[in-house]
């Protein structure tokens, strides 16, 4: 049985694609199959799809077709309508939700967007959908800018109208609200509808998912962009008109503003351009030059000389229209603004009584471990006991997003190293919002701990011939200094290798940290979030050619990493032939790790030498090994060697799709992840958040 939800507004601009996107993600926690379906949208411009729709689709993978998603644009409704064809847009749309019904757990049905000048008649013809669909109802309300009165008595007169017309409302959602206002209004709507729906929340107002990046300010404005194509993506805070002394208009400056000023003011866009450099002076977004007036040869060679120079946009309106223009310019998120979705997702989630909503979508069902559950557990489980995590690359910008991400969410405890002004300077230049307060910061080179970090290693590797001046070289090195600090409990974790090689990742880590006892060799794990589940690979990244008891090792061990993150391990030691069928050295090898990780750990499924697709098709598995407890349903696979296993990792994920968290090390005493060179804000995010899970679970010891 497939469930379904309809959100609908109260009017124009209440949110509510914020507040899709947080029920996709909570309802991708319990089913890969769930559907997006808008009945009726704004006719896009040609060339270009619903920005819903193509959000929702695009960041969360959704399988369906786009022209899958919707049933009738509003311009072809409206001309139905006026021919009296109402049953002929219904029948369409009920053709159109049953489709995707056949293929999906849960669908989410959004309304449409009273854009328009008849916000009466588009209310009452979404009643009339959601009834004919015989979805429940979420009503979302605007409560920014308001009265409290005002905003729940809209709230009444819509609950009210849809319930006299047959709809069941589910639930009230109130978005932007002022924080100070937020405690009465979450009392007022408790005291009006505790007693008659479901789920009642009231979100915060966030004004960084209300303001435009400059690209769409320049879009918009049809404006040419002459310099800073870089920086089009930062968040505009707001707008300054620059119409006096250069002197005096810096006064006015408030971080990521936008300037609009004459194109003949050349003493603005260089005291803008200054101001922007100037440690004293806010980050600015942009300036925009008015009146299509161009600046001079030697102002342009001026600043093209200049590094990461301020988007300079030219249009030819003249000020006060352009200002005017550019305060009405419409923002929408998209799926690549990782930075807004998060936001809006984690609002979500902080705000909305997930225990409630999971009573509300109960009947899903569930399918396993979805990619959705796994990540979503994973921060859970992270926050439930906080962590210390020390990054030592902390002048990478991925690396202080992702800080900025964790630390603003209270998942781990997080320290980087590095020059304090550096980072300071980096965070304001690339306008990354992290909050250095919520973060230590620490440079190895003036640290009073130092000293005791490097008698420390002094006396781990003396036996190698180390000095205690050697031993001081080496900690000032990020990598040494980070895993120094996990060995003597100073931080729970360290998670390196965005900018640096793996050896030098791990090299550390062996020689300081060392292997568990029962442990010869450390190797890795990835996870791969696929459409259907989550399973584990190893080894893809450490060991290039296992002999056969390292390979029990990495089954063994990847066996437990799996356990630990809540995946059923049922080990499949993979070759190129099944069973006793094959013969030759490399499925001798594998024959040979199988009996070995057996004989060690009887309590453990594993079966090998198998191929792959007998490992996961359980026809397959039915012919080639019949009766076997993992084929067709296994979730840890290893690899014979790292070149099998690296490039099938790769394969995977590039043709499915398929999100691979790792490499994950396993085997140190205490935690150390990798990176890759090539990773994304968000594999530093999983990572970190893994590390952490990984030092609730381990051991604890250390010198200090």
Known sequence: MCISLYISTIEAGSGKSA?????????????????????????????KQDEDIDLILRHFWLPQPYDASYAWTDREVDHLLGQDRQDEVLDRIIRCYKFLEQHCDFILCEGTDFLGDTNVLEFDFNCVIAKNLGCPVLMVGNAHGRAVGDTLHAARIAVDAYAERGCRVAGMLLNKAESDAIPTLTAALQADFGASLDLLAVLPFDQKLKSPRVREVAEQLGAEVLFGHSRLDTLISGYLIAAMQVQNAITWLQPDQLIITAGDRADIVIGMMQADKSANYPRLAGIVLSGGVRPDPALVRLIEGSRDPLPVLLVKSDTFTTASRAAEVHTAMVAGDAEKIHRAIGNFDAHVDLAKLEHLLSNIR?????????TYNLVVQAKSDRRHIVLPEGTDTRILRAAADLSSRGIVEITLLGIAKNIEQMVRAQSIPLDLSLVRVVNPADSPQLERYAEAFHRLRKHKGATLETAREYLLDVSYFGTMMVYLGDADGMVSGAAHTTQHTIRPALQIIKTQPEVSIVSSVFFMCLDDGVVVYGDCAVNPAPDPEQLAEIAISSAETARTFGIEPRIALLSYSSGESG???????????????RERRPDLKLEGPIQYDAAVDPGVAAQK????????????????????????????QRETGAIAIGPILQGLNKPVNDLSRGCTVEDIFNTVVITAIQAQKGRRGGDG
Do not use: C, W
């Open 625 to 652: 090994m019949p009766g076997s407890e993992v084929a067709g349903r296994a979730t840890v696979f290893v690899f014979p060697d790292l070149n099998t296993g690296n490039n099938t990792y790769k394969a995977v």
């Open 366 to 374: 569930g399918v396993g471990m979805t990619p959705k559950m796994f």
């Open 583 to 597: 013969q030759g050295e490399d499925v001798e090898k594998v024959r040979k790790a199988t009996r070995i990780a």
């Open 19 to 47: 507040i899709a996107l947080g029920l996709i993600e909570y309802a991708l926690r319990k089913t890969t199959r769930v559907g997006f379906f808008r009945p009726v949208i704004h006719e896009p411009p040609p060339g």
